[in-house]
C-alpha cells in the first residue's frame, strides 16, 4: 500500500515549520491538497540593498550591492536552506573569453553562509555589474489555442517574474546589456530562470557558451568515501533544452551536479562530492548575436521538494507540469487507422462517432505523407478533415522525422568521421540542412491547407551534432544543436498556436507536445493476450509515478503489431471480447488513451456496445480519471492491483480502479489511502452505480473498504 505516515509527517511540518524570513502572510496548508492562493510578492528590505522573492513556499533573496547575487534560497515548507554559499548569477563566454555575472566574492567558509558576512563581501570588477531591475507579470512562453477538452489551468500561470539587468565590465563589450529573469509561480514550490542578451553595439558579439544557473547547494548526503553512486540534492531541476528521453530524467541534458572548488571543508576526502549545480547546453550554442539583436537562453525550471517520498515526489512533478505545460492535459480518446485510403479512413471516422471516441490518426505505414503537398493529394486529404469535423471528430497523421537516411548532403554528419552515420538512431537528416528546411515547409503548408488537427511525430530530434560547414542553418559543429533544437521547437510552437495535438515519443512537453509515449516494450505486443493485459497495468502503473495520466499513451493492437499471429491480437474483436474489454478498461479506468491501431473499433453489435461502455464511463467520470494517481498496490497477477485516482478539488474526490487478474474470486478488505482527496475525517464511498456508504479516515487518513471482485473483474469505487 501507499506510504501514508509520512503524509502525515508532511502535513505537521507544512503547519509548523513555515517560518520564513520573508514578510508577508504564512501558508497554513498543505499545496498538494489546498489550492494556494498567496500570491507572489517581490519586496524590498535593508533599505533597498536586498529584493526578496518569495510565493510562502519558497524565496529567493537578492543582494543588489556591490552586485547582484542570491544570498538566501530558502525552502519555506521545511524551514531549511537550499544553498550554502554564493556563486555568480550566470557565466557567459563572448567572443572566446568567459566573464562572471553578478555574485559576490569573498566567502572563506562554503559548508554554510553567515548573514552577518555578506556585508563584508565584494564584487569582482571583471564579473557583469548589475545595473537595475524590473518585476512584472508571467507572460506566455507562446501562444495556446485551446480547441477541445482540457483541465482548467490559467495560461500564462500565474505568478511573477523579477528581471536583474547587468552591464559588461569596464569598458569592455559597450552596447551590449545582459538581463537575468526569473519567474515565480503561486501555489507551487517552482522557480524558472533564463537569461537574454542585447547586442546594442555596431559589432556582431559570438556568445561560445554559457552557464544559466549556479547553485551551491546544500549536500543530500555526506560520505567521506568515493560511492559507486551519489544521492543528488532533493530538488528537481528541469529545462526546456530537453530532448531523446520518454521521461525527464532520460530528456535532461542541461543539468550538471558537479564537485564544488571552494568547499575545502566539506567531509568527502577527495572533496569530489557533486554539491554544485550547474545549467549549460552540453555543446555551443556558438551563436553570432548579430547588431540590434537579441539571444534567449533555454529555461531552467527548479522544483523544490518538501519530502523524500516517492508518491509525494511524483505529486510535485506531475503539478509543475501541469502548470508550466497545461496542454498536457488534453486527453482526446484516440483510434489509429491503419490505412489512409479514403473508404478505410471515412470507416473510422463512422465508427468513432457512433462510440464516442473523439479523433482519429492515420497511422504509421498506413500510406498517408504529409510531405506530400501536390493539390490532388491535399484536396483528397482536406475533403476527409472536413468529413471527420462534420462528424465533431478531429484527423490528424503520422510523419516521420529524425530516424532515417536522406543522403549524405543532407544527414547529419558525424564530427569523429567527417561522414554521415553514427547519429543517434544511426542515420538522420540534419534539421538544417536543406532538406530540413523544405521539410518543415511542406509540413506547414500540408497542416493550414488540410486543417488536419493533429499530428503524431515519430522520431523528434534526438539531440544530434552535426559537422556539416555546408548546411545552410547552421555554421558547423558547435552551433548545430542550438539550432536543431531551435527548428524543432519552434515549429512545435507554431503548431501549439493552432491548436495541433502533438504526439511525440520524447520530452517536448514544455515546448507544446502533448503526449508521449507512457513507457512499453513495442515487441511485448505481439505476445499472447493474456499477457499483454497485466504487462500493460504494469505500464501504467510505472510510466504514471512522473507522467499525468493525459500526458502517456498506451497501444492496443487490435490486429498484428510485430508479430505473434493470432494469439497476439484481438482481431475477430467479436471472439476476444474478454481481452478487448480488458484493454479498454484498464486504459480508460486510469485515464490513459492508447493507440487503437487497426481498421474498426467494433465489428458486431455486441462489440459496439462494449466500446461504448467503456468510453461513456471515461466521459462520465472524465474529470477525475484525468487527475492524479495514488499507487495503492503494483499488478503483479498474485492478488488484486489497484490504483486511486484524486482530485481535492472536485466534488467525485477520488475514484479507485481495483483489478483482479485471477481465475477466483477476491473477497477482502482493501485500505484506501484519502490524504490527498483532501477529506480528513469522513468519506462517501459508492461502488459504480451503487449505494453510498460513510467510511471514517483513520489518523492516517486511511479507510478499509469491503471488495467482492469476479475472476478477472474489474471494478471502481467513487469517493465523494
Not at 554564493?86 to 559576490?104: D, Q, S
Not at 515526489?313 to 498536457?328: D, F, H, Q, S, V
Request: net charge positive; proline share 6%.
Amino acid at each position: 500500500m501507499a506510504n501514508t505516515k509520512q503524509t502525515v509527517v508532511i502535513k505537521v511540518m507544512v503547519f509548523l515549520f513555515i517560518i520564513g524570513t520573508v514578510p508577508g502572510k504564512t501558508i497554513d496548508a498543505d499545496w498538494l491538497v489546498t489550492q494556494i492562493k498567496e500570491p507572489v510578492k517581490i519586496e524590498k528590505r535593508l533599505d533597498g540593498r536586498e529584493i526578496v522573492l518569495s510565493n510562502g513556499l519558497i524565496s529567493r533573496t537578492f543582494r543588489l550591492r556591490p552586485n547582484a547575487a542570491t544570498v538566501a534560497y530558502d525552502n519555506l515548507m521545511t524551514g531549511q536552506s537550499i544553498i550554502r554559499g554564493i556563486k555568480p548569477e550566470a557565466i557567459v563566454e563572448l567572443n572566446g573569453r568567459k566573464y562572471e555575472v553578478g555574485g559576490l566574492q569573498g566567502q572563506v567558509e562554503y559548508a554554510y553562509l553567515l548573514a552577518k558576512r555578506v556585508d563584508s563581501l565584494s564584487s569582482n570588477p571583471d564579473a557583469f555589474q548589475f545595473r537595475g531591475f524590473e518585476v512584472g507579470r508571467i507572460k506566455e512562453r507562446f501562444a495556446w489555442k485551446r480547441k477541445r477538452y482540457s483541465a482548467k489551468l490559467p495560461w500564462p500561470p500565474l505568478g511573477k517574474t523579477l528581471t536583474l539587468h547587468f552591464k559588461p565590465p569596464g569598458d569592455k563589450l559597450k552596447g551590449l546589456t545582459l538581463s537575468i529573469h526569473y519567474e515565480m509561480y503561486q501555489g507551487i514550490p517552482l522557480l524558472a530562470k533564463w537569461l537574454t542578451i542585447h547586442n546594442g553595439s555596431d559589432e556582431p558579439v559570438r556568445l561560445n557558451t554559457f552557464i544559466s544557473e549556479i547553485l551551491a547547494a546544500v549536500e543530500y548526503e555526506s560520505l567521506v568515501e568515493q560511492p559507486e553512486r551519489w544521492e543528488y540534492p532533493n530538488i528537481h531541476v528541469d529545462s526546456d533544452y530537453a530532448f531523446h528521453g520518454g521521461d525527464p530524467k532520460s530528456a535532461n541534458k542541461t543539468t550538471y551536479w558537479i564537485a564544488d572548488p571552494q568547499y575545502s571543508t566539506q567531509v568527502n576526502y577527495m572533496r569530489k562530492a557533486p554539491l554544485m549545480l550547474e545549467t549549460r547546453p552540453p555543446i555551443g550554442p556558438d551563436v553570432v548575436i548579430e547588431p540590434g539583436k537579441m539571444f534567449e537562453s533555454f529555461r531552467v525550471f527548479e522544483l523544490i521538494y518538501d519530502s523524500t517520498e516517492r508518491e509525494r515526489k511524483g505529486l510535485a512533478l506531475r503539478r509543475m507540469y501541469r502548470t508550466i505545460a497545461p496542454w498536457a492535459t488534453e486527453n482526446p480518446i484516440i483510434m489509429h487507422v491503419r490505412r489512409a485510403n479514403p473508404k478505410a479512413v471515412r470507416l473510422a471516422i463512422d465508427q468513432c462517432a457512433e462510440v464516442g471516441f473523439e479523433m482519429v490518426i492515420m497511422t504509421f505505414g498506413s500510406g498517408f505523407n504529409m510531405e506530400n503537398i501536390d493539390p490532388d493529394y491535399i484536396s483528397q486529404i482536406k475533403e476527409l478533415v472536413d468529413y471527420a469535423h462534420s462528424k465533431n471528430i478531429e484527423l490528424g497523421g503520422y510523419s516521420l522525422l529524425a530516424s532515417r537516411k536522406i543522403s549524405d548532403k543532407h544527414d547529419v554528419i558525424n564530427p569523429k568521421t567527417g561522414k554521415p552515420g553514427g547519429a543517434i538512431f544511426g542515420n538522420s537528416p540534419c534539421l538544417c540542412s536543406g532538406w530540413g528546411a523544405e521539410y518543415f515547409r511542406k509540413i506547414k503548408i500540408f497542416i493550414e491547407q488540410t486543417g488536419l488537427d493533429l499530428l503524431e511525430h515519430d522520431g523528434s530530434y534526438p539531440g544530434d551534432v552535426c559537422a556539416s560547414r555546408s548546411h545552410p542553418g547552421h555554421r558547423g559543429l558547435n552551433d548545430s544543436q542550438w539550432k536543431q533544437w531551435k527548428k524543432i521547437t519552434n515549429f512545435y510552437k507554431w503548431c501549439r498556436s493552432r491548436g495541433v495535438y502533438l504526439n511525440v515519443p520524447d520530452w517536448y512537453f514544455l515546448n507544446g507536445s502533448n503526449k508521449s509515449a507512457m513507457g512499453y516494450r513495442e515487441t511485448n505486443w505481439s505476445l499472447p493476450r493474456e499477457r499483454q493485459i497485466i504487462l500493460g497495468r504494469q505500464n501504467i502503473f510505472d510510466g504514471t509515478w512522473k507522467k499525468t495520466p493525459s500526458m502517456g499513451w498506451m497501444f492496443v493492437p487490435l490486429v498484428q503489431y510485430h508479430g505473434g499471429g493470432a494469439a497476439a491480437t484481438l482481431e475477430p474483436l467479436s471472439e476476444h471480447l474478454d481481452a478487448y474489454g480488458a484493454h479498454l478498461g484498464q486504459n480508460f479506468g486510469s485515464g490513459v488513451q492508447a493507440c487503437y491501431r487497426g481498421p474498426r473499433l467494433y465489428d458486431t453489435d455486441e462489440t459496439k456496445a462494449l466500446v461504448k461502455k467503456w468510453v461513456d464511463f471515461y466521459k462520465e467520470y472524465r474529470d477525475i480519471l484525468d487527475s492524479d494517481i495514488i499507487h495503492v498496490r503494483r499488478p503483479d497477477g498474485r492478488d488484486i492491483d489497484c490504483i486511486l485516482h484524486v482530485n481535492p478539488q472536485l466534488k467525485r474526490k477520488g475514484l479507485a480502479m481495483v483489478y483482479n487478474p485471477l481465475d477466483q474470486t477476491v473477497r477482502k478488505q482493501l485500505e484506501l489511502p484519502l490524504y490527498y482527496t483532501g477529506l480528513t475525517k469522513t468519506a462517501s464511498i459508492r461502488e459504480q452505480q451503487g449505494k453510498s456508504r460513510k467510511y471514517k479516515l483513520d489518523r492516517e487518513y486511511n479507510v478499509k473498504i469491503p471488495i467482492n471482485i469476479a475472476p478477472k473483474g474489474i471494478t471502481w469505487f467513487v469517493v465523494e
